[in-house]
Structures are given as C-alpha cells and as structure tokens.
C-alpha cells in the first residue's frame, strides 16, 4: 500500500520566518511528486517534481526531490500571513493517481 | 492547465438522499478523479471516472454508493447515494492530461448531511 508522511503536522511561526516542510514516501510505480497549497476547498497546484536534485522555484517557495530516499522539502521563505494553509504532499503513480499525507497546517502570525 | 467548474459548491441534505456533483473541464483531458476530505483529514481517492465505461472503485468504495459517469471527455458526475452523516465532507474532482502535466482540481463540494 501506498504511503505518505508529511511532518511536521502543523507549526506556528512569525512572519518574516523561514519553514520547512517534509514529505517522505513510499509508492510502487512512481510518476511524479506534488505540492499543493489547500486554503479552503479545492487544493492550489504548487510544484511538480520528477527528477532528483533539480531544485524548483516560485517566489518564495522552492522544492526538491530525492528519489534514492525517498523524500521531498518545501521550504517557505520570508513567510507572510498568507501563506496560511495546509501544504498537501501527493505522490503519483503511474496511473495518475494520487496518494496524499495528512498535511502540514502553517500558521504565519503577524 | 485546465479549469474545472464543479458544482455544487455545498450543499446540506437530509439522510436518506441523494447528491450529484458536476464536474466540467474546459478543455479535453485523459484521466478524471473523484476524491473525498472527511473532517479533517487528507483527501481519500473514491474512484476513476472512465470516458465511456464504468469507473473504476478503490478498495472501500463502491458503485451502489458512488456511481459515477463520464460521459466525454471535459465532463464527470459522482452522486453520493442514501446518504448518512458520515458522508459529510469535501469532495473533489480532478483531472490531468496525461504525461507532464499536474492534475488539478475543481473547486470542491462540502457535503453536510443532518
């Protein structure tokens, strides 16, 4: 069976402080590794990320992969109030379909 | 990447009915899912919707319960049938268009049934 395991589960920090969340996994057939970003309902596309060690962008979040164990980190830079969420780690086979962690809740606080 | 118009939004219904949630993408895809976020926990797969024939469950999820259609490739329903409370929660569709692309989501449909 598929697993994923985010960590922390949930953290609290102040603006202007630097995150990193984890995600480690374990999937037969292994596609690609997701981030999503889930305020309300419907989970916002992060980053997508197929190959190890090639570290991805945007704005203040990056990502990376390693395939040999397992494991991805999104970090958060300069963290602002609005980036109060849930971060979902997905993990996709083959088939396309996604197996997702718990989440990491992260409160920004002014 | 595509958009996904789902719909309802939310909806409260009363124990004992039925819900159908639509799912239209603007553009062709391959694959479409059906997910579901209980209370406070992640989101749960419930099946693939198949372009022209039956979708295909996850373990614990069944057709009686969840029929779904896929009648072409840009739309999907999942009716959430006899409904009890525990079938309070979000759900979601998905789509993606194959190779290189990431799937996305409709806006999602909180169920609350009392």
């Known amino acids: 069976e598929d697993k994923v395991v985010q960590s922390p589960l949930s953290l609290v920090v102040h603006e202007g402080d630097t995150v990193t969340l984890n995600c480690s996994y374990e999937?037969?057939?292994?596609?690609?590794l997701l981030w999503y970003k889930q305020e309300k309902k419907a989970p916002t596309f992060l980053f997508m990320l197929t190959s190890s060690g090639i570290e991805k962008k945007s704005g203040r979040l990056s990502s990376i992969l390693d395939k040999k164990e397992l494991f991805s980190i999104l970090n958060i830079t300069a963290t602002q109030t609005g980036d109060s969420a849930i971060y979902l780690c997905?993990?996709?086979?083959?088939?396309?379909?996604?197996?997702f962690g718990a989440g990491t809740t992260v409160t920004v606080r002014a | 990447s595509a958009v996904i118009s789902q719909k309802p939004s939310r909806d409260i219904c009363q124990r004992g009915t039925s819900l159908t949630i639509q799912c239209q993408v603007d553009s062709q895809v391959t694959m479409m899912f059906w997910y579901r976020q209980q209370p406070g926990q992640s989101l749960t797969l419930i099946a693939t919707?198949?372009?022209?024939?039956?979708?295909?469950?996850e373990s614990g999820f069944v057709i009686d319960k969840f029929p779904i259609s896929r009648p072409n490739l840009t739309f999907s329903t999942l009716t959430v049938s006899n409904m009890s409370p525990e079938d309070s929660s979000i759900y979601l569709c998905s789509a993606g268009a194959g190779q290189n692309t990431e799937a996305f989501f409709g806006q999602g449909t909180r169920l609350t049934v009392v």
């Open positions: 999937v037969t057939n292994f596609r690609s």
């Open positions: 997905a993990v996709e086979r083959v088939d396309y379909k996604l197996s």
């Open positions: 919707a198949n372009q022209g024939s039956e979708a295909t469950y």
